[in-house]
């Protein structure tokens, strides 16, 4: 279980992240309203950090979106050094993160369920 410093510092990275995220991708003409920073787990010592970031669309939209966001990971790790006081910036590794999609499914699934038991059997 991680520390409450791990958890704080990771609650911050992710802050700064979808912040800088969202400001890169806007600036640059991406699709910034699909792509959400969904958490981040920074290692105990601070040089690195994995990112989940979840992306809505079709396969191929979530491999740009994700080939984008990995474009522009030395601008994000240049805004982390510059706006944070930390003693180490964290290496970046960005994972796309299915959770949501997984979350969707399961609720149109019970959806249409719902549907079943409210429709009149004949």
């Not at 991708?25 to 920074?42: I, Y």
């Not at 992306?55 to 939209?61: A, D, F, N, T, W």
């Not at 003693?87 to 960005?94: D, E, G, Q, V």
Request: with cysteine; aromatic share 4%.
């Amino acid at each position: 279980m991680p520390s409450d410093r791990i958890t704080r510092v990771n609650e911050l990275l992710r802050r700064e992240i979808s912040e800088c995220v969202l400001r890169l991708l806007t600036d640059h003409g991406g699709d910034a309203a699909s792509v959400m920073v969904s958490r981040v787990s920074a290692s105990r010592n601070l040089r690195s950090a994995k990112v989940w970031i979840s992306i809505l669309g079709e396969p191929e939209q979530q491999h740009e979106g994700m080939a984008m966001v990995c474009r522009f990971r030395r601008e994000i790790q240049e805004s982390i050094n510059r706006d944070l006081s930390l003693k180490y910036t964290p290496r970046l590794n960005f994972c796309l993160d299915d959770s949501i999609a997984q979350g969707n499914s399961v609720l149109s699934i019970l959806t249409e369920l719902g549907d079943e038991e409210s429709s009149p059997i004949r």
